[in-house]
């Protein structure tokens, strides 16, 4: 049987390849967090703590495939952004890493 009211889960864009900085790892290890929970979250371009013109930008990019941040805060309070880099105007991404805002 079929859920119709279920969310669709499926991804909005690629990822590229997964990266992340010693920063951003060392705050997903002090919250117990898995950067799986967070990469979920931005492929389905939830908002997060984005102000609503990035949030609108990353629905442009979808069409433009131009850059999409996120913006999440771990249980301990600690901000990570992620950012899927653009590569060209086809929507192809090479790269998405998990950040600090300092580390940019």
């Not at 889960?9 to 992340?20: I, Y």
């Not at 249980?75 to 090479?94: M, P």
Request: aromatic share 4%.
């Amino acid at each position: 049987m079929i859920n119709h009211n279920s969310k669709a889960t499926s991804p909005k864009f690629k990822l590229g390849q997964v990266v992340a900085t010693p920063g951003a790892m060392e705050a997903l290890e002090a919250s117990s967090q898995s950067p799986n929970e967070f990469l979920k979250r931005h492929l389905q371009l939830e908002q997060g703590d984005l102000c609503d013109e990035d949030h609108e930008l990353n629905g442009e990019a979808l069409k433009d495939g131009s850059r999409i941040l996120s913006s999440f805060k771990t249980t301990n309070g600690v901000k990570l952004w992620i950012i899927t880099e653009a590569e060209d105007g086809n929507g192809h991404r090479s790269a998405t890493t998990l950040l600090l805002p300092e580390e940019y």
